[in-house]
Protein backbone atom coordinates (compact mmCIF):
# COMPACT_ATOMS: atom_id res chain seq x y z
CA UNK A 1 0.00 0.00 0.00
CA UNK A 2 1.04 3.57 -0.67
CA UNK A 3 1.95 5.67 2.12
CA UNK A 4 1.39 9.25 2.58
CA UNK A 5 3.46 11.23 5.01
CA UNK A 6 1.87 14.85 6.00
CA UNK A 7 4.57 17.30 6.89
CA UNK A 8 2.76 20.37 8.23
CA UNK A 9 4.30 22.89 10.86
CA UNK A 10 3.97 21.65 14.71
CA UNK A 11 6.15 23.18 17.60
CA UNK A 12 4.00 21.62 20.27
CA UNK A 13 1.08 23.86 19.49
CA UNK A 14 -2.42 22.57 19.67
CA UNK A 15 -4.07 24.28 17.33
CA UNK A 16 -1.40 22.86 14.84
CA UNK A 17 -1.85 19.77 15.68
CA UNK A 18 -5.67 19.85 15.14
CA UNK A 19 -5.04 21.36 11.70
CA UNK A 20 -3.07 18.64 10.85
CA UNK A 21 -5.09 16.24 11.72
CA UNK A 22 -7.88 17.66 9.86
CA UNK A 23 -6.17 17.75 6.95
CA UNK A 24 -4.56 14.17 7.01
CA UNK A 25 -8.64 13.15 7.49
CA UNK A 26 -9.44 14.94 4.50
CA UNK A 27 -6.79 13.26 2.51
CA UNK A 28 -7.74 10.02 4.16
CA UNK A 29 -11.69 10.57 2.82
CA UNK A 30 -9.69 11.84 -0.94
CA UNK A 31 -7.48 9.09 -1.21
CA UNK A 32 -9.24 5.59 0.45
CA UNK A 33 -6.65 3.37 -1.30
CA UNK A 34 -3.52 5.40 0.21
CA UNK A 35 -2.25 5.41 4.12
CA UNK A 36 -2.13 8.67 5.21
CA UNK A 37 0.11 9.38 8.40
CA UNK A 38 0.74 12.62 10.13
CA UNK A 39 4.02 12.45 12.23
CA UNK A 40 2.40 14.81 14.74
CA UNK A 41 -0.13 12.38 15.42
CA UNK A 42 1.90 8.96 15.09
CA UNK A 43 4.84 9.93 17.41
CA UNK A 44 3.71 9.65 20.73
CA UNK A 45 6.83 11.04 22.94
CA UNK A 46 6.16 14.29 24.94
CA UNK A 47 7.05 16.85 22.76
CA UNK A 48 8.04 19.53 25.43
CA UNK A 49 10.21 16.73 27.07
CA UNK A 50 11.42 15.33 24.04
CA UNK A 51 14.82 16.93 22.66
CA UNK A 52 14.52 18.63 19.36
CA UNK A 53 16.41 16.51 17.98
CA UNK A 54 15.57 12.80 18.91
CA UNK A 55 11.71 13.97 18.45
CA UNK A 56 12.79 14.48 14.80
CA UNK A 57 14.71 11.54 14.63
CA UNK A 58 11.70 9.97 14.84
CA UNK A 59 9.51 11.47 12.31
CA UNK A 60 12.31 11.12 10.13
CA UNK A 61 12.33 7.58 10.51
CA UNK A 62 8.69 7.19 9.72
CA UNK A 63 9.39 9.51 6.61
CA UNK A 64 12.06 7.00 5.94
CA UNK A 65 9.20 4.45 5.17
CA UNK A 66 6.23 6.70 2.79
CA UNK A 67 6.54 7.12 -0.90
CA UNK A 68 4.75 10.89 -0.76
CA UNK A 69 5.46 13.45 1.49
CA UNK A 70 2.93 16.35 1.17
CA UNK A 71 3.63 19.93 2.43
CA UNK A 72 1.15 21.32 4.23
CA UNK A 73 0.61 24.76 6.45
CA UNK A 74 3.23 27.38 6.22
CA UNK A 75 5.79 24.96 5.61
CA UNK A 76 8.79 26.92 4.55
CA UNK A 77 8.79 28.35 7.60
CA UNK A 78 8.97 25.48 9.75
CA UNK A 79 12.30 24.06 10.72
CA UNK A 80 10.93 20.36 10.80
CA UNK A 81 9.42 20.98 7.42
CA UNK A 82 12.32 21.89 5.96
CA UNK A 83 14.29 19.23 7.33
CA UNK A 84 11.89 16.77 6.21
CA UNK A 85 11.88 18.48 2.87
CA UNK A 86 15.56 18.05 2.82
CA UNK A 87 15.69 14.25 3.94
CA UNK A 88 12.69 13.47 1.21
CA UNK A 89 14.73 14.83 -1.39
CA UNK A 90 17.87 13.09 -0.81
CA UNK A 91 15.86 9.61 -0.47
CA UNK A 92 14.05 10.46 -3.74
CA UNK A 93 10.20 10.38 -1.79
CA UNK A 94 7.52 12.23 -4.29
CA UNK A 95 6.93 15.74 -3.28
CA UNK A 96 3.84 16.87 -3.44
CA UNK A 97 2.58 20.43 -2.08
CA UNK A 98 -1.03 20.10 -3.10
CA UNK A 99 -4.12 17.76 -3.66
CA UNK A 100 -3.84 18.16 -7.30
CA UNK A 101 -0.07 16.67 -7.05
CA UNK A 102 -0.63 13.76 -5.00
CA UNK A 103 -3.62 12.67 -7.49
CA UNK A 104 -0.99 13.69 -10.62
CA UNK A 105 1.54 11.23 -8.42
CA UNK A 106 -0.81 8.32 -8.18
CA UNK A 107 -1.51 8.19 -11.80
CA UNK A 108 1.89 8.62 -12.68
CA UNK A 109 3.80 6.67 -10.66
CA UNK A 110 4.61 3.52 -10.12
CA UNK A 111 5.10 3.00 -6.67
CA UNK A 112 6.79 -0.78 -6.15
CA UNK A 113 7.83 -2.59 -3.15
CA UNK A 114 11.54 -3.08 -4.59
CA UNK A 115 11.88 0.54 -5.01
CA UNK A 116 10.93 1.06 -1.53
CA UNK A 117 12.98 -2.23 -0.28
CA UNK A 118 15.95 -0.61 -1.80
CA UNK A 119 15.53 3.33 -0.11
CA UNK A 120 15.30 2.07 3.02
CA UNK A 121 18.41 -0.34 2.45
CA UNK A 122 20.63 1.96 0.51
CA UNK A 123 19.80 5.77 2.31
CA UNK A 124 21.27 6.70 5.32
CA UNK A 125 19.49 5.09 8.53
CA UNK A 126 18.23 7.85 10.94
CA UNK A 127 20.32 8.72 14.21
CA UNK A 128 21.19 11.90 16.34
CA UNK A 129 24.09 13.09 14.75
CA UNK A 130 22.71 12.84 11.34
CA UNK A 131 19.57 14.30 12.51
CA UNK A 132 21.91 17.15 13.81
CA UNK A 133 22.97 17.51 10.61
CA UNK A 134 20.35 17.90 8.46
CA UNK A 135 18.42 20.39 11.13
CA UNK A 136 21.66 22.66 10.94
CA UNK A 137 21.77 22.61 6.62
CA UNK A 138 17.90 23.65 7.03
CA UNK A 139 18.49 26.52 8.97
CA UNK A 140 20.24 27.71 6.31
CA UNK A 141 17.19 27.55 3.86
CA UNK A 142 15.07 28.29 6.26
CA UNK A 143 11.95 31.36 5.22
CA UNK A 144 12.16 33.92 8.08
Avoid at 11 to 17: F, P, Q, R, Y
Avoid at 78 to 92: D, N
Avoid at 129 to 138: F, G, M, P
Wanted: negative net charge.
Amino acid sequence: MITLYVSHPYGGKEENAIEASMIAADLQQKFPNIAVISPIHAIRSDYAGTPYDLGLSYTLELLRRSDIIYFSGDWKYSLGCTVEQLQSKYMGIYQTFSVEDIQQALNERVFREDVKRNRLFNCHSVDINYTRDLIEKAKGLLKT
